[in-house]
């Protein structure tokens, strides 16, 4: 079963987004477009469901998660710690606007748009906290180091993976329009390629999560402020069409 699950995981996180994405729309009764304002919260709902499935698949593969995220106390160090964020930066922030600018002539504004401010208070701590358990875990963590393990094959334990850590973005939020989904996957697939291979070379979890968890909380705070002024919003969207 190792070798199923180490080429099937990576692909159900995208399906996991395109489900409960549209899920989400068929009850609250809103058209996919309405629907990617929540785009935060479904991410929130996918990463629970996304961490229970790896507790399960560890335990029947006789290890636990824990072992699976492998934290050493110590391990890492602040340099290496921001040297990450700075990365991430640099590779998110370029990817996204120089794609954006490619496909639509302008950066959309789609994934700060304005929630209740209830949701959006408490997402700026929950999206954070389980998207480093489950993304990282999943696509680093298991797939990378299964597949290795089962073909020995460097470069395919790396792009394989990878490939689809960037296109489970494209169905965040979940919206049928080829733009938005190759805009998304274009804007992650460079810095999801660089991050696979420093995790490769270091197989260090725990500083990467740290990272991945600032920068989402920096998008969860950027949620909270339009939520908190809508008319913040509608500048940044005037000033990015």
Same mark, same amino acid.
């Given at each position: 079963?190792?070798k199923?699950?180490?080429?099937?995981?990576?692909?159900?996180r995208?399906?996991l987004?395109?489900?409960?994405?549209?899920?989400?729309?068929?009850?609250?009764?809103?058209?996919?477009?309405?629907?990617?304002?929540?785009?935060?919260?479904?991410?929130?709902?996918?990463n629970?469901?996304s961490i229970?499935?790896?507790?399960?698949i560890?335990?029947?593969?006789?290890?636990?998660?824990?072992?699976?995220?492998?934290?050493q106390?110590?391990?890492?160090?602040?340099?290496?710690? *921001?040297?990450? =964020?700075?990365?991430? +930066?640099? &590779?998110?922030? /370029?990817?996204?606007?120089?794609?954006a600018?490619? @496909?639509? $002539?302008?950066?959309?504004?789609?994934?700060?748009q304005?929630i209740?401010?209830?949701?959006?208070?408490?997402?700026?701590?929950?999206?954070? *906290?389980?998207? =480093?358990?489950?993304? +990282?875990p &999943?696509?680093? /963590?298991?797939a990378?180091?299964?597949?290795e393990k @089962?073909? $020995?094959?460097?470069i395919l334990?790396?792009?394989?993976?990878?490939?689809?850590y960037?296109?489970?973005?494209?169905?965040?939020?979940v919206l049928f329009?080829?733009?938005?989904?190759?805009?998304?996957f274009?804007?992650?697939?460079?810095?999801m390629?660089?991050?696979? @291979?420093?995790?490769?070379?270091?197989?260090e979890?725990?500083?990467?999560m740290?990272?991945?968890?600032?920068?989402?909380?920096a998008?969860?705070?950027?949620?909270l402020m339009?939520?908190?002024?809508p008319?913040?919003?509608?500048?940044?969207k005037a000033?990015?069409?």
């Open positions: 079963m190792m199923v699950y180490a080429f099937t995981l990576p692909l159900f995208s399906i987004f395109i489900i409960v994405g549209v899920l989400f729309a068929i009850v609250t009764n809103q058209s996919l477009e309405q629907a990617s304002q929540w785009w935060s919260i479904i991410c929130t709902v996918s629970i469901i229970a499935v790896l507790m399960v560890c335990k029947s593969e006789g290890t636990t998660y824990k072992e699976l995220i492998g934290y106390r110590g391990q890492g160090n602040l340099k290496y710690t *921001l040297f990450i =964020v700075m990365v991430m +930066l640099i &590779l998110g922030m /370029g990817g996204m606007y120089g794609f600018f490619v @496909i639509y $002539g302008y950066v959309p504004v789609i994934m700060v304005p209740s401010v209830w949701f959006a208070l408490i997402n700026v701590i929950f999206l954070p *906290l389980t998207v =480093v358990f489950a993304e +990282l &999943l696509y680093f /963590g298991y990378l180091n299964r597949i @089962i073909t $020995g094959n460097k334990s790396i792009v394989y993976p990878m490939f689809f960037a296109l489970q973005h494209s169905f965040i939020p329009d080829w733009k938005h989904i190759l805009f998304r274009l804007s992650f697939f460079p810095l390629f660089v991050l696979g @291979i420093i995790y490769y070379k270091k197989r979890l725990q500083p990467l740290i990272g991945h968890a600032i920068l989402d909380f998008t969860g705070a950027q949620i339009t939520s908190l002024s008319a913040l919003f509608e500048i940044m000033m990015n069409t």
